[in-house]
């Protein structure tokens, strides 16, 4: 089994303990070092070939995400915070997750199981087939999502959130615009705020469908085009 190196950049003594704790239980995690602050995680970093960065926002001389944005190459990144409302510049950064603390175990384990996910994708070189994908406008850079990695869209007003199984962006558009940029017979409107991908429902019904643990909500408008491009002649 491969083991991810990762460190801890935290401040409070509490939470270092409770993440180094939730770390020892995951067999393919290796905890490499706990920094109290950015300059400690930046000299471990320098000598240490470290796969995912476990990062507080609030921390004593420079705050996470400027810490992130001095980075010429980070590693994976979950961020860990009390503060919900770092939740979209966090997203930005196309971290990992983002984890508000008190943090339970069984939400830490769904965020770290992630980086598995990033590093366990099919490479078929003899394929050759081109994968169609989009850029989205993120901090300033346009980042590149494949449109076959897709869960679901979720508008957020003047935003929409693209969820992959690897990462979640946030970016500045309407959830009319991307489905008309998506333009494949995979993606469904089951929702004014949704559109899923097909071929990653895992179960629906009358009033939502799953996608792994997410249960997105169904429109009474959308009912019955979700149930004709799935195929159901029982409803």
Do not use: W
């Not at 471990?44 to 001389?61: E, K, N, R, S, Y």
């Not at 590693?75 to 008190?102: M, R, W």
């Not at 693209?162 to 008309?180: G, N």
């Amino acid at each position: 089994m491969s083991r991810y190196k990762c460190i801890i950049v935290e401040d409070e003594p509490l939470a270092a303990e409770v993440l180094t704790d939730y770390i020892k239980q995951v067999p393919f995690l290796e905890l490499c070092g706990t920094c109290g602050n950015v300059f400690e995680a930046s000299a471990l970093l320098d000598a240490t070939a470290v796969d995912l960065l476990f990062l507080d926002i609030h921390l004593p001389g420079m705050k996470g995400l400027d810490f992130l944005r001095s980075l010429t190459k980070s590693p994976s990144v979950i961020l860990t915070t009390a503060y919900h409302e770092y939740a979209i510049q966090g997203y930005e950064f196309n971290a990992l997750d983002y984890l508000v603390k008190p943090i339970e175990f069984s939400r830490f384990l769904a965020a770290v199981k992630k980086i598995r996910q990033v590093n366990s994708e099919p490479k078929d070189p003899g394929t050759t087939r081109e994968r169609k994908s989009l850029f989205f406008s993120v901090n300033k850079k346009k980042v590149r999502i494949f449109t076959d990695e897709i869960s679901y869209i979720e508008s957020l007003r003047e935003y929409i959130k693209v969820v992959t199984a690897q990462r979640t962006i946030i970016t500045k558009m309407s959830l009319i615009q991307v489905e008309e940029m998506l333009n494949t017979e995979n993606f469904v409107r089951v929702h004014r705020s949704f559109i899923v991908a097909k071929d990653k429902i895992d179960s629906y019904t009358a009033v939502s469908v799953d996608i792994g643990d997410v249960e997105i909500p169904v429109g009474r408008n959308f009912k019955e085009s979700l149930f004709t491009v799935l195929g159901d002649s029982d409803n």
